[in-house]
């Protein structure tokens, strides 16, 4: 209840298709241009308008639906809490597979931190309780069962090595150095830290396909060490396993622990073995197998990765913009300023683009203004308002975009 309404709680995934609507609506209709007597709603005001109208369908449709998707995604948390090693299977791949798209938070933040396993998170709970495990003899796996959710640390350990290693065999001979270079320190901050992006994410854009291979394997192998009875808050790098598992618990648990290299080592061999094959099989481009020899041989980012998926969209952008008479008015408008050397600071009101100029001696007549269609230009010292008309909004949208060029 909030403020006396009963409201649903739709969490991120409300809030991803809200954005997603508005995102749309921003770029479909922040640039049309109304009636002039309508002239004062263009713009953001539209758009507000506009989403107003197309949430309220939405509104109704969640209302009928969103309990139903709750209680899946409820049903779907039980199932894996109380699966076994079923479960820490699906629990451990969609935790890897959906990281791409961000919806793994979904499924580890529950665990880790929320209610799905234990009340308090099996973070803390694990924390709580580490003294009394440091001083047990009995198997790990029979006093903690549930902390099989938090293994997916040593895929970093152990896959993270066996996927560089492929890649350093399988690029040409003749680039093996500068992959090695790449590499090491991304495999060494995969296995002290637990940070895979660079490795991960370079891979994710030459062939997603090792994706879905590579989350296979590591669900694979944290259900392997589970039915070893491999468990602890085993989530992040070398150090993290050291501070929460290793160093307080291997008085008594050193075979559980011994068992975890062993099963972890044998996987580094089998990710070396599946991703070579099916690097060599596709002949997929991972670093030093580049077609272009003149391409520079780099890791690649999350931004890296977010960059190539809208690529496209920015192009047809780029595009338009060379017939957009908005782009057109704000290129006029800046170069009768003096250019974008000149410019200090640029606001709007209603109608008048305000802007700040460093020298107005480099401003040009108000006839420069008026051949992008300006009323007329107000002169106050450095401060200048070009008189645009309610389409302002959208020619200082533009006039920005020439600023950060």
Known sequence: MIAGIKTFNTSIIGALIIAGIVVYLHNRFFEYKLPDFLGTFQGSAFVVILGFFTVLPLAFITCLIWPKISFGIGSLQSFMAHAGPVGVWIYCFLERVLIPTGLHHFIYIPFQYGPAAVPEGLTKWWLMHLETFANSKELLKSMAPQMGFLLYGNEKVFGIPGIALAFYFTAKKENRKKVLALLVPAVITSVLAGITEPIEFTFLFVAPLLWVIHSLLAATLDTTLYLFGVVGDLSGGIIDMAGKNWIPLFQNHWTTYLTQIAVGLLFTAIYFFVFRFFILKFNFATPGREADEEEEITLKTKQ????????????????????????????????????????????????????????PQKVKPDSAFKAGKAAGVVRAGRAFQVIVGLDVPQVREKFEELLKQ
Not at 326 to 334: D, G, H, K, T, V
Not at 336 to 359: F, H, M, P, Q
């Open 304 to 359: 890296d990765y977010k960059n190539k998926k809208l690529a496209q969209g920015v192009q047809e952008t780029a595009a338009a913009s060379c017939t957009d008479p908005y782009s057109e008015r704000a290129a006029i408008y800046l170069d009768a300023l003096g250019g974008k050397e000149n410019i200090s600071d640029v606001t709007n009101c209603a109608t008048r683009l305000r802007v700040t100029v460093v020298d």
